[in-house]
């Protein structure tokens, strides 16, 4: 279990082992409002006739179950109130055949083989932002604007959006935008 009145944080390079419980036996039963509890990690649970272990997707055997009872919890979710380094929202690609094949003008230039940083942080959701009669969208790929480019785009009150958690070619952006304005 974390330490959660530890107020020291672990860099991105240490490494991070996740919880794992096993649970093994003839017959497994969570009663009514137990949990179990791995922060962050994984949990298995598993029934079977000893001292052979059978076979996943076998007829079952006898009595061998696992029973979780109404409100018995299995939690996996992360730990909260975490504070991360801003360092986590960067994220570094090396521009390869696969990272610029839906851009023919870069495929073949200069940055080929480059190493870029891509901010990963998100913007408004495109569904919840309201527009004018004539939005203007400015769509970058994996090649990031030049750092004095969003100081002159917020002078002119550009808003930053996000389509989703996923990294999307500008290409693939234009559709949901598309979409999205149609929703409308």
Not at 17 to 28: A, K, N
Not at 124 to 143: M, V, W
């Amino acid at each position: 279990m974390p330490q959660t009145g530890d107020r020291t944080t672990t860099q991105d390079a240490q490494g991070f082992t996740p919880s794992r419980i096993d649970v093994v036996g003839r017959r497994v039963i969570m009663e009514a409002d137990s949990l179990l509890r791995a922060p962050a990690g994984e949990v298995t649970i598993s029934a079977q006739t000893a001292p052979l272990f059978q076979v996943p997707g076998s007829p079952a055997v006898g009595d061998v179950r696992v029973y979780v009872a109404p409100g018995a919890r299995i939690d996996v979710s992360g730990t909260q109130g975490v504070t991360l380094s801003v360092e986590r929202n960067f994220i570094d690609v090396e521009l390869r055949g696969n990272e610029l094949r839906d851009s023919p003008l870069l495929r073949d230039s200069f940055v080929r083989g480059q190493k870029v940083t891509v901010d990963i942080r998100k913007g408004t959701p495109i569904g919840e932002q309201a527009f004018g009669d004539n939005p203007c969208f400015l769509l970058t790929d994996h090649i990031p604007m030049p750092k004095k480019t969003f100081g002159s785009l917020d002078r002119l009150g550009a808003t930053k959006l996000s389509l989703g958690s996923r990294m999307l070619f500008a290409s693939q952006c234009v559709v949901l935008i598309h979409h999205a304005l149609d929703q409308r």
